[in-house]
């Protein structure tokens, strides 16, 4: 069956249009752009060459390589487009699917900043400390005893428990525990608290006033600051120091 003129011209067109290879056109460049990322990893890529991949869900047959400069052109730098906003992407031609990818991406690396670096909680003072301890009054036993180390600015590096006997030997064994694990917190103070569930918490107990003394008195050699030592109870709280003085 023989072609007309108009049919002619128009397979003549797609022929002209069609890549030779299977490596030429958009779709062979994704394909060596993503055989890039397969054997090299994405540090490799130059930033427009990662935005241009980026682009690739919302314009599906054309080079994406135009756009991402120019959008790196128009916001100044890689971080700035990830940032812009939604209106501001679809201003410079920003496909709607890839305006929402780069969303996505974004809400994603926040998550994981948030998730890496989480935030300091500052204990500035006792009532910070009580609050802080008494959300965890109802999940420990009897007699439970844990050391808050903080930095230089008081804020909370670690929250660790420990186990103290009344034994005068391993009540030393416990001390030299917590010593060593403020040196290896790095922590510039530490508080103790010993939770009791009865209400006579305020009766403050023998081993409890050792175990002051002797954290205050190793911390000194060290250059520790001992903030006190805190029993805390359902029936309310009671701080001493090293000097044997309650509050």
């Not at 072609?3 to 056109?25: C, D, V, W, Y």
């Not at 204990?123 to 802080?132: A, I, P, S």
């Not at 180390?149 to 009344?166: G, W, Y």
């Not at 530490?190 to 009865?198: G, N, S």
Request: net charge positive; proline share 4%.
């Amino acid at each position: 069956m023989a072609l007309s003129s108009n049919q002619t011209k128009k397979h003549a067109k797609r022929e002209r249009a069609a890549p030779i290879f299977s490596t030429t056109g958009p779709s062979g460049h994704r394909q060596r752009m993503r055989q890039k990322v397969l054997e090299n990893g994405p540090s490799w890529l130059a930033d427009y060459e990662i935005l241009e991949m980026l682009l690739f869900a919302g314009v599906p047959r054309r080079d994406t390589k135009p756009l991402a400069k120019a959008a790196l052109t128009h916001f100044g730098s890689f971080s700035n487009v990830l940032e812009a906003s939604p209106e501001l992407l679809r201003q410079i031609g920003v496909p709607e699917a890839s305006v929402r990818l780069l969303g996505t991406i974004v809400t994603i690396a926040q998550s994981v900043q948030r998730e890496a670096k989480p935030q300091k909680l500052a204990l500035k003072d006792w009532d910070t400390v009580v609050h802080y301890v008494s959300l965890r009054l109802d999940s420990v036993e009897e007699g439970h005893l844990r050391v808050l180390f903080l930095d230089s600015q008081n804020c909370l590096i670690a929250d660790e428990p420990v186990n103290l006997s009344k034994n005068k030997d391993s009540l030393q064994e416990s001390i030299t525990h917590i010593m060593r694990r403020t040196l290896m917190h790095q922590a510039c103070a530490v508080v103790t608290i010993r939770f009791t569930l009865h209400e006579e918490s305020k009766n403050l107990l023998e081993s409890d006033k050792v175990l002051a003394i002797g954290i205050a008195e190793a911390a000194h050699v060290l250059a520790i600051e001992v903030y006190g030592h805190l029993v805390l109870g359902r029936g309310g709280w009671c701080r001493f120091t090293h000097d044997d003085k309650n509050t």
